[in-house]
């Protein structure tokens, strides 16, 4: 079946550390790849996403992703982390390229101080 | 330019009772989403509309759910009856058109649902 699976359900990281967050997939073919970030009762807000071209995609707030096709991954990175960036981080993937889009569970991200 | 707005933000129902969502879009926003969020799991796409038209409802559980969007503007999603899983919280999005590289869905606040 397809599926968008983010492994970690929570991670907990220091203020200034680097953060990487894992997200796989397994549609055949090369989805469109997207990253959401969800504050405590907001909506969800697109961090980045990914077509084609450049693997290394950049975003706002200072992430980043990697499209990496041998391994289904799209993986999201952050070199030093705020903590304003503790929230829910969801992984989607838009197979047809017609916004039907299939989410993660989602991964929560606490940053100690 | 103004979000995506929703109302209520939040709603407590017993089983069995009937619950009405409401959505406006991004003005000049042609596709509207409704989505379903339990808790501890990713949103799920419960309807999408082109305009006042139907895309996709191929997850709307139709014995009990319902949606609308007759001017295509505005839309309402409803739940009668209401069961205990109901409970989650319902995002609306807008986006320009549909599909293509540069189109965004923009996110609501959400409405969450407790079903007693």
């Known amino acids: 079946a397809q599926s968008v699976t983010q492994p970690d359900i929570h991670i907990t990281v220091s203020e200034g550390a680097s953060l990487e967050l894992r997200c796989n997939y397994s549609?055949?073919?090369?989805?469109?790849l997207f990253w959401y970030v969800q504050s405590p009762g907001q909506g969800l807000q697109l961090l980045l996403k990914?077509?084609?071209?450049?693997?290394l995609v950049q975003g706002i707030k200072g992430f980043e992703a990697e499209f990496k096709r041998s391994q289904s991954s799209f993986n999201l990175r952050k070199p030093s982390v705020h903590w304003s960036d503790a929230a829910e981080y969801f992984c989607?993937?838009?197979?047809?390229?017609?916004?039907?889009?299939?989410f993660g569970a989602g991964t929560r991200l606490t940053v100690k101080p | 330019e103004a979000g995506v707005a929703q109302s209520p933000r939040y709603k407590i129902i017993e089983k069995r009772q009937s619950v009405a969502f409401w959505c406006n879009p991004i003005?000049?926003?042609?596709?509207l989403y409704w989505y379903q969020q339990i808790l501890g799991q990713g949103p799920k796409l419960l309807i999408q509309?082109?305009?006042?038209?139907?895309?996709?409802d191929s997850q709307l559980p139709k014995d009990r759910f319902s949606a609308e969007r007759l001017k295509g503007v505005d839309s309402t999603l409803k739940i009668q009856p209401a069961k205990l899983e109901d409970s989650a919280v319902y995002l609306c999005?807008?986006?320009?058109?549909?599909?293509?590289?540069?189109?965004?869905?923009?996110f609501g606040p959400g409405t969450r649902l407790t079903v007693l």
């Open positions: 549609y055949g073919a090369t989805p469109y």
């Open positions: 509309f082109q305009n006042n038209g139907v895309v996709d």
């Open positions: 990914y077509f084609s071209g450049d693997t």
């Open positions: 989607a993937v838009d197979e047809y390229n017609n916004n039907d889009m299939r």
């Open positions: 003005s000049g926003h042609a596709t």
């Open positions: 999005a807008s986006s320009r058109t549909s599909g293509g590289p540069n189109n965004e869905q923009f």
